[in-house]
């Protein structure tokens, strides 16, 4: 029962919100009435989706699968990164500018050059778009949590002999966990934005990008708008599965957060 409580309580302020959110979005362009306004109502926007929902659950599979797997080689490849510039020096000096250059490179100039590379239709350049994006927050953030570990920890390891890679594996690698997870939920975000954007440039016509773009040019704001959804679950989705793997993979952080 005090579980349940609690899940209620920490649910109950943002359905809350969100109610009187779409309720007053919904009472203001009632009052109104703008012509031509590009923002329907929530009302409209979810009979869109009811209408065309197989188009749209369509598109957001094949948008999904460009998230979830640009997602995952994205944050694998920040990750495994972080631990190699922590561990060695030289590249340290060597990815770390690498990454920074990079990640100052805007999508609009990434999308073409990859659908250059792969092809204008194929999953593999939407990917690699997403990749970069990841890559950047989950790198720095994983990084500052392998280099900050408690200096008595390190000193305790390296009393009893253990080598660089047992401390990565037993206190380093703990110590980071808070900073993964955040770059993680944040990366669950930018994975859902690079994939979209990047759809505005080269894919399939039936993405949800490419819903997006054609529902708007042809004013059907309603569609587009149910487009702009089924993108915003999918993200909120990531999130709480990143959100629940935090507290299984970390119960004692928690824990400890709770005490203090």
């Known amino acids: 029962m005090t579980a349940a409580k609690a ?18 979005w919904e009472a203001l362009l009632a009052v109104i009435s703008p012509d031509g306004f590009v923002l329907p109502p929530p009302s409209r926007i979810g009979s869109a989706v ?23 080689a994205g944050v694998l490849a920040g990750a495994t990164a972080a631990v ?9 000096e060597t990815i770390t500018p690498l990454a920074v250059a990079v990640n100052a490179v805007p999508i609009i100039a990434l999308a073409p050059i990859f659908n250059a590379w792969f092809g204008i239709l194929s999953p593999r350049s939407n990917q690699a778009v997403v990749v970069v994006l990841v890559f950047f927050p989950v790198f720095i953030n994983t990084t500052r949590g392998l280099g900050q570990p408690e200096p008595s920890q390190v000193e305790l390891m390296e009393s009893y002999g253990a080598g660089k890679w047992r401390i990565m594996r037993e206190v380093r690698i703990p110590n980071a966990m808070p900073y993964f ?5 944040l990366a669950t975000s930018l994975a859902v934005i690079a994939a979209i954007v990047a759809e505005y440039f080269g894919g399939r016509q039936d993405a949800l990008g490419n819903v997006i773009t054609n529902s708007a040019g042809l004013t059907r704001y309603d569609d587009a708008w149910a487009a702009v959804l089924a993108g915003s679950l999918v993200g909120i989705g990531l999130y709480a599965i990143a959100a629940v793997l935090e507290r299984l993979i970390m119960p ?3 824990a400890a957060r709770k005490a203090a």
Do not use: Q
């Open 7 to 24: 899940l209620l309580r920490s649910w109950l302020p943002p359905m809350v919100a969100a109610l009187i959110m779409f309720g007053g």
């Open 50 to 72: 009811a209408e065309n929902f197989g188009t749209i659950a369509t598109a957001t599979g094949i948008t999904g699968f460009i998230i979830v797997t640009g997602l995952l």
């Open 84 to 92: 190699l510039v922590t561990a060695f020096r030289s590249a340290h």
């Open 181 to 185: 997870f955040t770059a993680l939920k």
């Open 252 to 254: 004692w952080y928690f």
